[in-house]
């Protein structure tokens, strides 16, 4: 069968508080960043992107924030609902690079 | 509707009996890819196509061949698969040459008994 899986960090909040999930990245050379939300047994789905040239950017309920410096990204979710409870996981590419590199996932939990 | 469609959802097969994965997109997105995901990890590239051009990552075993006979659709093929080779297997497509938002379909579970 399948090989034991990593656990993943888990985030547990309450609903309706805000939600705040980290990603570092090692490539300093990355200039485009995407967060993915993965429920149980789909694929993922695109949440909200950022290019290196922001540090800032929003959706609806969601804010990406982007620190080249310390090459550290965030996801906020305001609000935090039960349907956005789900595994998250950034993601990220160089220039001249079609593909993108998944970091490691943080599971968010939201209880009612 | 959905736009990146894989079949099977799930799938078993038997040690070492070959195995096929497909993956049909309306997008008409110049790239494909294949990820591979174990439970609990981020999803792992394996090989991605930009249009017929294909590219493998270096640590993908020769295990794992793929097809790509048009623009719509992808095929994976294991050839011999292992007890290690039970995963969710992702297909993903995205346009250009320089990468934007993939879209990911619903993947399929492999399961090897």
């Known amino acids: 069968g399948e090989s034991v899986g990593l656990h993943l960090p888990t985030l547990s909040v309450q609903e309706g508080d805000n939600s705040i999930i980290n990603c570092a990245y090692s490539?300093?050379?990355?200039?485009?960043f995407i967060w993915y939300k993965q429920e149980s047994g789909k694929g993922p789905q695109f949440i909200i992107d950022?290019?290196?040239?922001?540090d800032k950017r929003q959706g609806q309920r969601v804010t990406v924030l982007l620190n080249k410096t310390v090459k550290h990204l965030s996801l906020q979710i305001a609000a935090t609902q039960p349907g956005d409870s789900a595994v998250y996981f950034c993601?990220?590419?160089?220039?001249?690079?079609?593909?993108?590199?998944f970091g490691k996932g943080t599971m968010l939990l939201v209880s009612p | 509707d959905a736009m990146v469609i894989q079949n099977p959802r799930y799938q078993v097969t038997q040690f070492g009996k070959p195995v096929t994965l497909s993956c049909s997109q309306t997008?008409?997105?110049?790239?494909m890819y294949w990820y591979q995901q174990k439970s609990s990890q981020a999803p792992k590239l394996l090989f991605h196509?930009?249009?017929?051009?294909?590219?493998n990552e270096a640590d993908t075993p020769d295990n794992f061949q793929s097809r790509r006979p048009n623009t719509s659709f992808c095929f994976l093929d294991i050839r011999s698969p292992g007890l290690g080779d039970a995963a969710m297997y992702l297909c993903?497509?995205?346009?250009?040459?320089?990468?934007?938002?993939?879209?990911f379909g619903q993947g399929t579970r492999l399961t090897v008994v």
């Open positions: 993903a497509t995205s346009r250009g040459s320089t990468v934007s938002e993939a879209f």
């Open positions: 196509y930009y249009d017929k051009d294909f590219n």
């Open positions: 490539n300093s050379a990355s200039d485009y």
């Open positions: 997008l008409n997105h110049n790239v």
């Open positions: 993601a990220e590419t160089s220039p001249g690079y079609s593909t993108l590199t």
């Open positions: 950022i290019r290196s040239n922001m």
